[in-house]
């Protein structure tokens, strides 16, 4: 047993400097290794929406996380954040029921501020997003430690849609 604390003392110590050197990525390990709870969701609610502007309509959310080590294994994680198509069932274009009428609004929610990378899960070019639990700051590469995830919601402009009230319910989903 001293023997293998040993030499896991010294693969971390190797992995230490050849990380400083910038030769040298640790991975971060599957399933087991911590857990995460989702803390708040701040919705997409995007407000007024008229039909008539040129401009689209944007607004921000959050999704908040808190992964924790687990002690027994302590190895770094990557949390994989992911969200539904919503009730269009289509990641192309998410739609908003109307509270009155059958006209859908159109509308997407992208992991960028440029709205061109949409979030979704992994499937029809969307994108999920990552953050990694690190060990002592090691152990995620490129990947961010942030715990929290802005989402991006976007309508388009020039939609012919009736007055009232839309809304559709997308599930998060956080694999780790």
């Keep these: 047993m001293h023997a293998l604390n040993r030499n896991l003392i010294s693969w971390i110590f190797t992995a230490l ?8 990525f ?7 290794a911590g857990t995460c709870t989702i803390q708040s ?18 607004t921000n959310g959050s999704i908040n996380l808190s992964c924790q080590l687990s002690p027994a294994f302590p ?3 990557t949390a994989t954040i992911s969200l539904s198509a919503g009730g269009s069932a289509s990641y192309a274009e998410r739609k908003m029921i109307p509270s009155v009428g059958a006209i859908r609004l159109n509308y997407n929610i992208y992991l960028d501020p440029t709205y061109s990378t949409v979030f979704g ?6 994108q999920v997003a990552q953050r990694c639990t690190p060990l002592f700051g090691l152990g995620c ?4 430690t942030a715990t929290n995830v802005p989402m991006y919601g976007l309508i388009p402009a020039g939609q012919n849609v009736s007055v009232g009230s839309y809304l559709d319910a997308i599930v998060v989903t956080v694999t780790f």
């Design 26 to 32: 640790l991975g971060c390990a599957s399933a087991g």
């Design 141 to 144: 590469g490129s990947v961010s």
């Design 121 to 126: 899960d992994g499937s029809a070019g969307t």
């Design 41 to 58: 969701v701040n919705g997409v609610a995007f407000g007024a929406y008229n039909p008539l502007s040129a401009s689209p309509t944007s």
């Design 75 to 77: 190895l770094p994680f």
């Design 17 to 24: 400097r050849l990380g400083a050197a910038g030769g040298l």
